[in-house]
DNA sequence: CAATTAAATCAAAAATAATTGATTAAAAGA
DNA sequence: TCTTTTAATCAATTATTTTTGATTTAATTG
């Protein structure tokens, strides 16, 4: 074993698999990833704009998508531009889901 | 369109992902997802053994996974044997979650 | 048929999560 | 510097889920 080989118990694992599919067990927030994977980057004004959500609500939901690394934010200037992060989300679902919630073949 | 061709529009697609992800999204119906996996048919008697949980609340988390199904259920005599729904499985993981969650290769 | 076993269901309580509106912080421009 | 804009965070409320123990239902066995 190396010697930064990080070694899961299966709790750990269940646990890590808990928060992912409770970060995508709502509504808004899978509107939110299909709505990313199909714009590319997307500032959370904007994105209130497309999902007519309040900002805080908004600002609520993409965190618990970014805690568990489902999508990734970049800020330029003022705009925090959020996108999905396709490895993660490639790692996690099947192949059928593919195009709505993570970059298509 | 043929006559029983079932269209849905995005709401409910999203309502759908969104039931079947809160399934998965509790540490005790992944631990019962992993164990049916493993095992193959289980009685409940048999699972509450397993994963050391009190009948009532075995069954209500069965209910969830059985409601989106994500399980199977067979009755015989007095038991009721649960199992994993591969197919189900199968179209919503990743290949990567294969074997911890849905039969492997 | 009475007793036992398996397992679903129910209602109340406890624990978590989501919503709301207000506040804060940080960047940009006048 | 003062104002505006973007967006995170906070505290209070509301809503949803989970847990618990008891009850119910159905099948099996003596």
């Not at 010697?3 to 709502?26: G, M, R, W």
């Not at 970014?66 to 679902?93: F, M, P, Q």
Request: aromatic content about 10%; overall charge positive.
């Amino acid at each position: 074993m190396s010697a930064t080989q990080i070694v899961l118990n299966q709790d750990q694992t269940f646990k890590t698999y808990e928060k992912k599919f409770k970060a995508l067990s709502d509504e808004i927030r899978l509107k939110v990833m299909y709505e990313l994977n199909q714009r590319g980057q997307v500032c959370v004004c904007d994105l209130s704009d497309i999902i007519e959500l309040p900002q805080s609500k908004l600002s609520y939901h993409l965190k618990i998508l970014l805690d568990v690394e489902l999508i990734k934010r970049e800020k330029i200037g003022t705009w925090n531009y959020y996108s999905v992060n396709e490895k993660a989300v490639k790692l996690l679902l099947s192949e059928e889901l593919r195009c709505l919630f993570y970059p298509g073949k």
